[in-house]
């Protein structure tokens, strides 16, 4: 079962304009990660921010994390078109645990 | 360094059939990932290999099995296949076992059931 839940399901934007995309998940985490997907390939790691940090940056991403809410954003400035992709937010319980996944947001990003 | 690497990239077979797919790690990973994503399920986590042995195991029936060398490539296999196993199957290597650090994603096999 899901442990992320992104929202929203999916997200059209035009080039140059800031994407805001949400996770909420259902236990504690050890960390939460962000990852991209383009149609059909493998997923790219973005970023990992662990459950003792609030907000984390690397370059035109920026990600928060609210464990008493037991969520997390991911904010894209300034998008481009090569943003376009499926964003998916993945947690672990515990160190030892695997990543569980959410169904992630497709991002669609107008030129 | 080079990437994960999956081997084949496509496959077709037909219902009743077994499937061998395979995952390089990056040099120096000793943890290998697999996941099946589908468009109704998303990502669903199959299993989990750290130095040869399976640490973590999705909920998945016992005709999905692998196993992981001591050079750390992984195989997994799939018996008596059925519809709903076509997928994307996608392996992960990371340095450590588990989800606590960055795991580096292959760009799967794209699997095909008749």
């Known amino acids: 079962s899901q442990q992320g839940e992104e929202d929203p399901q999916a997200l059209s934007i035009q080039e140059g304009e800031n994407a805001t995309m949400n996770c909420s998940y259902k236990?504690?985490?050890?960390?939460l990660q962000w990852y991209r997907q383009n149609s059909g390939r493998g997923l790219v790691h973005l970023i990992l921010?662990?459950?003792?940090?609030r907000e984390k940056h690397s370059g035109r991403l920026r990600v928060t994390l609210d464990t008493s809410k037991k969520s997390s954003s991911l904010l894209i400035t300034a998008s481009r078109a090569a943003d376009t992709a499926s964003y998916f937010c993945?947690?672990?319980?515990?160190?030892?645990?695997?990543?569980?996944f959410g169904k992630g947001t497709r991002l669609s990003v107008i030129a | 360094k080079a990437g994960v690497t999956q081997t084949p990239r496509y496959l077709i077979k037909t219902r009743g059939q077994q499937v061998t797919l395979s995952c390089s790690p990056i040099?120096?990973?000793?943890?290998v990932s697999w996941y099946q994503q589908t468009p109704g399920q998303g990502l669903q986590f199959l299993f989990e290999?750290?130095?040869?042995?399976?640490?973590n195991k999705g909920n998945f029936p016992g005709r999905f099995s692998g196993r992981q060398f001591s050079n750390s490539r992984s195989e997994m296999n799939v018996s008596t296949l059925e519809l709903g196993d076509s997928a994307l199957y996608l392996c992960?290597?990371?340095?450590?076992?588990?989800?606590?650090?960055?795991?580096?994603f292959g760009p799967g096999t794209r699997l095909t059931v008749l």
């Open positions: 040099s120096g990973h000793r943890s």
């Open positions: 993945a947690t672990d319980a515990t160190g030892n645990t695997p990543l569980v």
């Open positions: 236990t504690s985490i050890n960390n």
């Open positions: 992960a290597s990371g340095l450590i076992q588990g989800g606590t650090d960055t795991q580096y």
């Open positions: 290999y750290f130095s040869e042995t399976q640490r």
């Open positions: 921010i662990r459950s003792n940090e």
